[in-house]
């Protein structure tokens, strides 16, 4: 086949999520016979990309800004604090256009299997967050992923969210269980997030 930059070139693509190795070689090969219009252009924003964005030291988003543009927007509502599993989900909640908070992302769920501990995850800044908010957040929305770990997640949060004494809800789950949320229809997910009922009472 070709020589070894292109042989790197499929090794990488086929890392991305739901290229395994043939589909990696087509999308090379799309990449290299595009040249100019695509491959260029695209090697100059994955180079912008990771030059300038970073994550938001408040709730974990990725922005080229840091707090990100969502933290920034005084037209959200500062009393709702939606917790995602990762910046995924964040964006598949803000397609829905159906929530006006803001967020904190926990980077992963709670796993025993993968040995992910509640110290691996941004929890311990979610609450640091909730309590130098001053009473300013009202609810928690937890908007996790309707798996084994994250209704494990759910459940440590809910104990440890007790002793704030802020009303705490959960998405509905016309979310099927076992889904991800960054792969729903944005109906669904604003139907989940309209319907969100309270946990932990």
């Known amino acids: 086949m070709g020589g ?31 040249k100019d219009t695509l491959m260029i252009p695209l090697n100059d924003a994955l180079s ?13 988003n990725l922005d080229s800004i840091d707090p990100c543009a969502i933290c920034r927007d005084n037209r959200r509502d500062p009393k709702l604090l939606c917790v995602i599993e990762d910046v995924g989900d ?14 904190h992302v926990l980077g992963g769920t709670l796993s025993a299997l993968e040995g ?4 691996d995850l941004s929890i311990g800044a979610l609450m640091a967050r909730l309590e130098e908010s001053a009473g300013e957040i009202t609810e928690v929305i937890l908007a996790l992923n309707a798996t084994v770990d994250g209704q494990t997640t759910v459940h440590y949060l809910v104990d440890r969210l007790k002793a704030l004494g802020l009303k705490v809800s959960r998405i509905a789950h016309g979310v099927p269980v076992g889904g991800e949320l960054d792969y ?3 109906g669904t997910l604003s139907a989940a997030l309209a319907s969100r009922r309270a946990v932990g009472s």
């Open 184 to 186: 729903l229809d944005d």
């Open 90 to 103: 964040l964006w598949a909640l803000e397609r829905t256009a159906s929530f006006r908070g803001r967020y």
């Open 48 to 60: 912008n990309a990771a030059a300038r964005v970073t994550a938001c030291g408040i709730c974990g």
């Open 4 to 34: 070894p930059e292109i042989e790197r070139l499929i090794q990488l693509l086929s890392k991305l999520p739901g290229l395994g190795p043939r589909s990696a070689r087509r999308a090379a090969l799309h990449l290299m016979t595009r």
């Open 116 to 119: 992910v501990k509640p110290e």
